[in-house]
């Protein structure tokens, strides 16, 4: 396949890494506003005084440092540049900014390279580049809140139909099958677990997310999705048992794993499964 010109791949990598710049936003915020909308909704139903609170949303307030509250300036905002150009302090309290943002950022445009090198520049590919944000969104609020929002999970399965239907029609029904059999699968194996140990091994959000990747790749990836992500969650979890004492005991989510292995197959999924074939 013939490589787009390297000033396209400049662009493409600045328009990856803004739209993780945004991606931050949605996921620090995101949370907050959900648990401030269920603190409302709770508080209405048990006929309680609503409390009146500031306005929070994506775009409201500015961006503000984490410690001291300071906005922050558009030139210490600018995707990755901004980090580095403050050694990851705020210009302000000199107070330490997460790595995340950076991280995030450069995987915002990193997954965009990697998209224009395996599927060129399309309106199929920025259905999968915007699947694939939507997966590392979901994964990093996972990682963090154990929480794998509706807001995001539900609309990644309908944009996977989508797909589908707009650019490969004759996948169609194994996509139905796929989102069908995703939910089924977790949701089965959530309930043996619970009726063998009387615990819930995870949440409805993983069947939900494990239906949206059913969506997007049809029913006949499903073992692979299941064997990625178990098989990164066993080894991860195994090590983060041994290596770090304190977590022994605590929840693992599963959520990140299930999108590690979403990427996977959305970008390499079909090279994996021919290569698989040509060894047995």
Known sequence: ????????LIIVFIFGSCLGSFLNVVITRLPVILMNQWRLEARTA???????TPRFNLAVPSSLCPR?????????NLPL????????????????????????????????????FLHGISPASLFIYAACLTLLALAVIDFRTYLLPD?????????????????QPYMLSSAVIGAMGGYLLLWSVFWLFKL??????????????????????????LPLLLLISAGLGAIIGILAQVLLPRLRGAPLPFGP?????????????NELVAFYLSLV
């Open 1 to 8: 396949m013939k490589l787009p010109p390297w000033d396209m």
């Open 46 to 52: 048990l006929e309680l005084p609503v409390e009146s």
């Open 68 to 76: 001291c509250e300071s906005s922050i300036a558009w030139h210490d």
């Open 81 to 116: 540049i901004g980090w580095f150009k403050r050694c990851g302090r705020c210009a302000v309290c000199k107070g330490i900014i997460s790595l995340q943002y950076p991280l995030i950022e450069l995987s915002g445009g990193i997954l965009a390279l990697a998209i224009t």
């Open 151 to 167: 807001i995001l999970t539900l609309p990644l399965l309908w944009a996977g139909l989508l797909y589908q239907l707009l650019f």
């Open 196 to 221: 063998l140990t009387g615990k819930e091994g995870m949440g409805y959000g993983d069947f939900k997310l494990l239906a949206a990747l059913g969506a997007w790749l049809g029913w006949s990836f």
């Open 257 to 269: 794993f299930l999108s590690i292995a979403g990427w996977v197959c959305l970008l390499i999924g």
